[in-house]
C-alpha cells in the first residue's frame, strides 16, 4: 500500500498555495488537501478527490479534459461553510488525489488505468467518499466496473442526472461518451432496472434507446415531468426504490442536464433543461442518503464557459452533495 | 404549377448531406428534404418550411437575416422523436423549400416576393402547414396578406408571442419589424379584436401603442400577467377565443419574448422575459389547435447568439410546434 | 445653495441628445434631465440620480466603475412607461446629477467626496429621492453616513439584497466593498438589528460573518429560504419590521444577488441565485413603501455583460424601483 | 440659409460633455464641436464632420450603421496633438455635423438624402472639408454625385483604397455597397481613368470586374504590388497623375482594405492585407495632397470589433488624414 | 476502382448547393465539386481535396476536427480568379472527396484509414494532386506512409512549415500531433535529411529535439532566421536541395506556423511568428515547384477563431498553393 | 536576513506542481524555483522575480493586477531552450519570489511595501536580477526608488518602452500610471536625461507632456522614427548613451507600446504600434547589455487579452530579455 496511488495518478499541474495557520473564513481550496510527503494516512480521510480529465472518447470533440483542472481553480471561490444548511463542510476531512494519468493516443489503455484507479481506491481505502471530476462519460463505465472489481459481492444501481440515455450501441462507438450504461449493462457490471435517470429531453434521445430502456427495465423520467412532480420529489422516489434494490448506488450527474442557459459549456446541454437551484437541491439529497456512496460529474467543457458559470455549477454540485454527505 | 415555387425562392446555401438508408436515431436535418429534382409531389408533403432571410427592414440594424441558415445547420443536434410525448416527427412529411430570393437594395420588392411566395404555397399545395424562419417582424405582414391573397373569404387571427405590440406608426417606419400588427389592421387584413398578443413587458411599448391597441381592440396579457395565471392557461384561453371567431389561426413568435438570459441573440429580448420551457410548452399547446395553420419565427439574429442557445431554443420552438400538430 | 452640487460632482462624460419637442414614446434618456444652465429649481424635482464610478475598493478588482455610465447608456432602450403597471414614470420629474469626482490613488478622499455629496443633496433638496448607481458596495457606508450628517436624529434601517453579508472585519480590508454594513454598524450610524439582508447564498459567507450576524442582531434570509417563501413575501415581512423600528428604509441592491446565468457581470454573482423577474418584483415592492427613501445600485462590472444582459437588468431594476415609488 | 443642414440631419444619440475651460491636454472630444445654438458661423470653421449610418444597403448584412456613434464614442481616447509630426490638430477648427436621417425602410430616399446633404454642405460652406464616417461603401457614390450637384464644373478624381474593385453590376444589385464605382463611372459623374484603387486582393474581385476596370481605364495596384513598391511610394504617383488631370481627389477608405488581424470589423477584411500603419501614412500623404478636398471610410462593422481596435484605427485614419491636412 | 473511395470516405456534412449555370463570378463553393452520380472519371480532375477531421490525437485537447467542415464553409468567401496574378483557378478541375471515416474512440484504426485513403488515392488516381485538410498534424505520417505504400520506389522529402520540431518521443505519445516527422524517420519513410523545416521558434522546443534532428539530418531554419534572409529566398532554397535528392516533395504547413495575431485559432502559435503575407508567398512558391506533390494544412482549431481570421487565412493558404499549381 | 522577504511578500495564488526528476524538455514552470521550505540560499540564484499586482492606482480601471498569476499560468507554454540563440535559460538559477502584498483600500500603504520589496531584495541579495511582473506602470517610481534606498550612490537611468510619456502631472493624479516617471524626475530619484523612452504614439501625449519631456531633457524615439531607423538600432543607441552617463540601466517595459492587434489586452495600445517580433529583439539586446541590472513589465490587463496573445507576448518578453542577461 505504500505507494499507492502513485502508480496510476498525477498531481494536478497547479496547486493552491495555502496559509497554513488561518483558522477563519477557510476556503475550499485551503480545506480539500493535496497528496504530498509524508504519505497520507487514509484512516484520516472521508472524501477522496479524483481527476479524470479524458475527453477523447467523446463523440463530438470535447474538451471536457479541461474541466478538474478548470474546478480546482474554481476552489477559490467558495467557503466551506454552507450558510443555507449551517453547515461546515470542514468537519470532513477531503484530499484531492490528483489526476488519473492519461495516454496522448490510446484511449483503451486510459480506460484501464481509470478503471485500476478506482478498485485501488476501494481496495486500499474503502471508508472514503470517491468524488470523481471529469471528463466525459465514458469514464462511469470504467469507474464504476472498477468499483465492481473491489467489491465483486455488491450490486451498484445508477442515479443518474442527464439529458441522455447514454444507451448507444457499444459495437458502433466503442466505449464513448454515448454508451457507458449500455456499457454496464451489456457487461454485466449493473442490471438495467437498477438505472434511474432523471432529466432527459425530447429530441436528444433516439427512439431505439428508448426501446432499449424499456427492454433492460431502466427507469427514466423527463425533464418536463420532472418539474411538474418537483425534481426533488422524483429524486427521493429514484432513492427509494434503489435503496430497496442495490447495496451501493453511484450518482452521476451529466451537467449537461442543466439549461443552456444555466450551462453553455456542456455542448449537448439544452433549452428547456434543469436549473441550477434543481441541481444543488437533487445532488444534496442524493448526498444525504446512506446508500450513495460515489458521485461523478462529467461532460462540461470549460472552453465553452461563459463568465466562468458553468464551472462554478459544477464545483456547487460538487459541494452540495458534500453538504448532504455531512449529514450521515 | 410545373415550375412553383421556383420563381420566387432560391435553396438554401448550404445543405445537409444524408445517408439515404438509414433507419433509426434519425436527425431533423435527414428527416426534413430539400426541393431537388425530381420535382416534388406536393400531395405527399404534411409540412412546408421556407426561410425568409430579411432583417433590412429592422429599425435597428438585425442580422436576423442569418436566421433560417442557422437553424438549417442546427438541425442536425435534434433528433425527430420527442421522447417527452413519445411521438415522432417523422410521420410527417416535411420539405424545405429554400428562401425567398432576396433584392439587395429594394425592400419593398422583396416583400412583395415574401407575399406572392406565401400566396403560391396556398394556391398550389394548400393542405401543406407553412412554418416559416424569418428574418425579422416585418415579414409577418407579408405572409399574412398572402395567405389572404391565396383565401380571400377566409377570416384569419393572429396568436402573437411577442415583448411588443408591433403596432408601430406606418408612416414613420414604412413596413418595419415595429409596425407589422398594425399594418394588418390598418390594411384590413386582420380584425385588431382578433389578434392576441402574449408576452408583452412594460418600458418597452409606448402609452400610445396601448392606447391604439385598446382602441382597434387588440388583445394583450403581460408576461407578468401570464406568469401569475400560468402561461399554458393563457395560451389556451386566447385560442379558445379565436376559434369562435376566426377560420384560421396564424401564430407568430417574435424570439424576443425570451428572456435574455435565455436568448440573448434577440436584441430587445428583455430580463424578466418568457423562459424556454414556458415557450416549447405554449407553442406545442398552439400546434394540437386545429385552426392553426401557419406559424413564424422572427427576429432572432444569430450574430449574437452565445454558444448556440438562442438558435438551439428556435429550433426546439419549431418542433414543439410540430409535436402538437402530430396530434392533429 | 448657489453652486450646489458642482464642487462634488462632475457631469457623466456623454449625455444623451434629444428631441425636445418630442410628446409621445418617451425614452428614459430622453425622460430624465441632465444638470445644465440655467441651473435647476430643486423643487421642481422629484427624483435625483447621482453616479458613484468607485471601484478602487474592491478587494477583487472590478471595473464597477464604468457602470454609472454603461447604466445611461443603456436607458435609450427603455421607454418610461410601464405596461406591467399602466404608470409613466415621466409623472416624476428626475434629473441626473452625474458623478461624484474621483480622485486616481486617493480611496479615502474619494470617499469623503461621496459622503459629502449625499449630505449635500439632503441638506440642499432633502424632499428628492436619491438613487445611486455604484461602484463597488464600499460607496453603501459613505452614502448613509451622509445621509446620516444630514439627518442625525433619524433611524435608518437598511433593506440589503445581497448574495453576502458584507460584514468582513473593517481592520484587515478598510473601507472595501466587503465591509460597508460592519462599517456602518461600527460606526454607530446603524443598528444590527435594522439591516435585513436578503438573498445570501452558501458557500459565499464565512462562519465566522453569520456569527457576527448573530451577535449584532443582523436578519437575514438565504436565497434558498426565499425561494421557498415567497421573495415578495419576505420583502414585506422586511419592511413592514424596518418600519416599525426605524424612521427611514434605505434600500440597497447588491447586483449580485441575481443568479450568474443572469448577471455574468456580478462577479460574485452565483449559480442558484435570484432571477430578475423575482428581483424586479422585490424592488418594485419596496419602491411602494413610504419609508423607503433611498436607494443603490452596486457591483455590476460591465466589462463581464454578455449581450447587455446585466445593465439592462440593472437599469430595469431602477425603473421597477420608481414605479412603485409612483404610488406614493 | 439660416437652417442649414437641419433638415436631413440629426445629431449624434450622445454627445460628450466637455469642461469648456480646459486649456491643455485636449482630447479629440473636446476639440470637435457640435451643432447647437447659436447656429453656427460656418465661416469659422475648416473642417466638417458628417455621419452617415447606412448599412441596410450592404449585399451581406452589415451593422456598419453603428460606427458613426463608436468612432465618437471612441474620440475620447485621442489627444488632438500628434507627437510624431508635432502638429496640434486643435489648429483646424472642426465641427460635427450630426447624420444624415434615415429612413426604416426606403433605402432609395435615404440615398437622395445623403446627396443632398453632400450638396448643401458645398453650396453653403464649401470652403470647409467635409469627412464622412460611414455607412457602407454605396454612400461614397451619393457624396459625389451630391459634390458635383453642387460643382457641376469640376472634374472629380478618386482615390480608393480597397480591397475590392466595388464595381458590381448595378441592374443585379442596385446601388449597393458593391456598386458605387461603377455607379459613379456608368451616371457619367467620374471617369473610370479617373480612380485609382490601391490595395485589391487576389481571390476577391472576379475576372470580369478587372475586364470592366480595364475597359474603363480604372487604375488598380493590388495590396501585393502595394507593399512590394512600398505603399507610400503607391499613393504618391497615384495623386500626382489624378492631379494632372482632375480639379479635386476625393479619398475613400474601405476599411477593409486592413489586414483581417488589424481590422476583425470589416466582414471582407482578409489575411495579407494592409496594416494600420501603412494605412495611417498613406491617408497622411493624401491629406497633404492640396487637390484632395473630402473623404471618408466605409465598411467598419463595430458589431464585429475586437477589443475596439478597428474602431480606434478608423479614428487614427481620420487624424492622420487631418495631419497632413495641417500641412496645406 | 468502381466503389473507390467510398469504403474509407464519408461525404462532409454540409455541401454547398450551386447555381449550375453559373458562367462568371465563379465561388470557390462553385468550383470545387463533390462526389455524387454518376460516379467521378478520375482523368477529367487535376486536384483532389480530402478532409482528415482527426484531433483526438492531440497532445493537448483540440478541435481541429472541426477545420475541414469550416475551411469548406469559408470557401463561398473567395473567387477562383487571383487578381493578384491573373490567374484563374477554374482552369483547374477540382473535386472534394470527402472525409476520412473516423472511429469515435479507436485512433490507431482512424489512422490505418487514413494511411489507405492516401494509397487509394495514389493507385487509382495517380496524376491528381492530393490537398489535405486537417486535423492535427498527426495525420501527416498516415498519409506519407500511404503515399510510400502506393509509389514504395519513390524516394519522397518534405517542406515543413512550422513552430515545432514535430520530432517527439514515439514511445511516449504514440502516433500524436507531436511526432509525425520521427514517425517517419524512425519508420523508414523519409529520410532525416530529406525535411526541411522552415518557421521554428525559440522556446518552443526542447534542446533534446535539436540534438535529434542534427543527428538524423534535419534541416531547420528559426522563424527569426527566415524573415531576416526572406522567407521566400528560404523557400526556395529548401526546394532546390529537395529537388536534387528526392522524386516528390510533400509540403506540409501546420497552421502554429503564423504570427498568433494572425492566427489565434492555432494553440500554439506564438507572438513573433509568420505573417499571412509571408506564408501565402511561401505556399505559392511551393505550388509553382514541379516536385511538390501533395500538400496539408494541420492544427487549426476553429472554435478558437476570432472572427473567422484564421479559418480564412487556411482557405487562403489554399488557394495560394494551387495558384502556384496552375503554373505547372 | 532569516525572514526575508516574508514579511512583504506573499506566495502567488497557485504554484505548478513538478516532477522533480525530469532532466529533458524543461517547462518555463518547471525551472523557476518557488521559495519554500528550507529557506533559499540566495547565492544560488542569478534571477529574481517578482508580481507586483497592484492596478487600483490606474487612472482608467484596469485589471493589470491579475496579471502576474497570468504569466505564471502561461509558463507552462514555454520552454527554457531558446532555439533561436541555441540558448537554455536554465543554465541560470530563477526564482519566484511571490507577490508583494497588498492592501484592500490604501494604495499608499500597498505603495511603500513596493518601494520596501524591491530596497530589500537589493540589500539582502544584490547580485541576483529582479524581474517585475506588474501591475500598473506606478509601481516603476516605487521600484526604482526601493532601488536609489539600497543604492544611494549609483547614478540610475532608465530605457523606457511605451506608447506614452508616463509625465503626467502628479499633483492631479498623485502615484498613478500615468505618473511614474514624472514621479522619479521630481523626487530627483532619476535625471529626466537619463531616460531613453522608445515607441511613442501621436495622438496618446499631450503637447505639454512634449514640452516637460523637453524640459527636462527625457529622449524620446517615436514608433514612427524607431521603425524608419530601425527598432533593434535605436534601441542600441540609447543604451550606448546610458551606459556612458550612469550606472545602472533599468528597463521598463509598458505592454501598450505593442500594437493593439498583436496585444488587446493593454488598454491603451494602439494601431500602429510595435510588433512582437520588434519588442523581443529589442529586450534580448537589452539584456545582453551589463549595465542593464532590473526590468519590469507593466500595464497588461488579462482579462482583455484575446486567445492568450498579450500574457504569452509578456512571458516571451520576459524570456527574450533573459536570452540576452543570459549572454553576460
Redesign the interface.
Known sequence: MTDYPYPLLE???????KQTDKT???K?HEWIETVGDPFPNWHDYDVTILGVPL?????S???A??NPDAMR?AW???????????I?LATLKAIDLGNVKQ??????YTHQQIEQAMAAMRTHHPHTLPVVMGGDH?ITAMLIKGWKQAHPEETVGILQLDTHFDLRDLN?????NGTPIRNLIESGTVEGKHVHNIG?????????L?DYADETGVHYT?M??A?KKGVAHIIKQALEQLHNQVDTIYLTVDMDVL????N??AP?A???GMY??EL?EAVQIAGEHPSVKAMDMVCLDP??D????AV??AV?TM?SFL?GYCRH
Do not use: C
Request: net charge neutral.
Open positions: 498531481r494536478p499541474s497547479m496547486i493552491w498555495t477563519t473564513d477557510l475550499v475527453s477523447k472518447s467523446s463523440i470533440t470535447s474538451a479534459s479541461d481553480q477559490k471561490s467558495f467557503g466551506t461553510y454552507n450558510l443555507d444548511e449551517d461546515d495516454h496522448a493516443t490510446d484511449i483503451a465514458s458502433v462507438f466503442g466505449p464513448a432527459l429531453h425530447g429530441f436528444f434521445n433516439a427512439k431505439e428508448k423527463t418536463k415531468q418539474r439549461d443552456i442557459a444555466h453553455p459549456a449537448a439544452t433549452p428547456g441550477t437551484e444543488f472552453r465553452k461563459i463568465g466562468g458559470m462554478k455549477s456547487h459541494l453538504t
